[in-house]
């Protein structure tokens, strides 16, 4: 099971690579 830092990291490592704006963002609101 993921912790929420866990999965933060990896949906903005895979936004960044698909080139969204503001990654970390967009990854904190999902």
Known sequence: M???L???KLS???LEKK???SPRENA???
């Open 19 to 21: 080139g969204i704006e």
């Open 12 to 14: 903005t490592e895979y």
């Open 28 to 30: 904190e609101l999902l």
């Open 6 to 8: 866990e999965a933060i």
């Open 2 to 4: 993921l912790t929420v």
